[in-house]
């Protein structure tokens, strides 16, 4: 099917040509129906969810984008995927998950925050983080990548749960376990740890973020996000190392509602490679590569589109 001649230029080689089809013609050793693959490492960070109710009190803390690596394992304490072998000259599809929005509103399912985007790796999805709950009847947070956080404000509100296909890669969010109307809200579940629950006035701390090693450097990823405080308590804190801003795949933080910290965080899409291959990067995509070693990194960070590699 090819217009251009083959050419062998290795001194004695033997070529075995196999005739395929009156298209095809004649191949050497099959290669059109079987084409040569790469072997390639990934990390793959889905956007993390919104923070839930508007105002300052009993908002959950958002969930964190799920976690995926075939270095690192996955969050939700579960084993690393396995690198893809992706065919040469094949197009394969990358989207950078985007974060979820804080509530719009104190009451009703507005009151919810928004789940985030996924993130897309060829045949790897990381589910995007779950929105947290609001208060009254909105209580309970989402399911995501990690769990949103349960609203606050003695609802005995759930925190919502890290999904489970195909595959786990993060924690639930908090329960509301506590007593009384200004209870404030739970944590939002990490790709590290679960969040924590809720039972006073002090919003309750998000779940650990996950450290990423495919870079040569170690990095947090997909911590989940503090509740908001309940009447006359403080706001709880974002999990352990969370790193914040975009990219990091983090829940919004109910200690900064109203502004851009309180939706959730963008996610990340890491490829690493042979240094002696190329990958051809089509548009719609932000990206970056650096060489460590004898391997090349491209980190995506925004956009969605298609790669090769050869």
Do not use: M
């Not at 059109?32 to 490492?41: E, F, G, K, L, M």
């Not at 950078?96 to 009151?111: H, K, L, M, Q």
């Not at 996924?118 to 990381?126: G, R």
């Not at 042979?274 to 932000?286: E, R």
């Amino acid at each position: 099917g090819r217009t251009s001649d083959a050419k062998c230029i290795i001194e004695s080689a033997t070529i075995n040509l196999v005739y395929q089809d009156a298209t095809k013609g004649w191949t050497a050793d099959n290669i059109v129906d079987n084409p040569p693959t790469r072997t390639v490492n990934f990390l793959v960070v889905a956007g993390g969810g919104g923070v839930g109710r508007t105002d300052s009190y009993y908002g959950g803390g958002g969930g964190a984008g799920g976690f995926r690596s075939s270095t690192d394992g996955r969050g939700g304490g579960q084993s690393s995927d396995t690198a893809l072998q992706l065919d040469q000259s094949t197009n394969y599809t990358v989207t950078v998950g985007a974060g979820g929005a804080e509530a719009t509103s104190n009451s009703g399912s507005a009151a919810k925050g928004t789940t985030g985007s996924d993130s897309v790796f060829a045949t790897i999805t990381s589910k995007g983080g779950g929105g947290a709950g609001g208060n009254d009847a909105t209580g309970d947070g989402k399911d995501g990548g990690s769990g949103g956080g349960a609203g606050g404000n003695d609802q005995d509100n759930t925190g919502g749960h890290a999904v489970t296909s195909p595959v786990v890669h993060g924690y639930d969010g908090g329960d509301d376990v506590g007593t009384g109307n200004s209870v404030g809200g739970a944590g939002g579940g990490g790709a590290g740890s679960v969040g924590a629950n809720v039972a006073g006035t002090a919003g309750a701390n998000g779940g650990a973020a996950k450290a990423a090693t495919i870079t040569g450097s170690t990095v947090y990823y997909a911590a989940g996000g503090g509740g908001k405080r309940g009447w006359t308590g403080s706001h709880g804190s974002a999990g352990s190392n969370a790193v914040g801003g975009a990219n990091s795949g983090d829940g919004g933080n109910g200690a900064n509602y109203g502004n851009n910290a309180a939706n959730g965080q963008s996610g990340k899409v890491i490829v690493k490679y042979g240094n002696s291959y190329t990958l051809t990067i089509g548009a719609g995509l932000t990206s970056s590569t650096a060489t460590s070693g004898s391997y090349k990194i491209t980190s995506f960070t925004a956009g969605t589109g298609t790669i090769s590699i050869n």
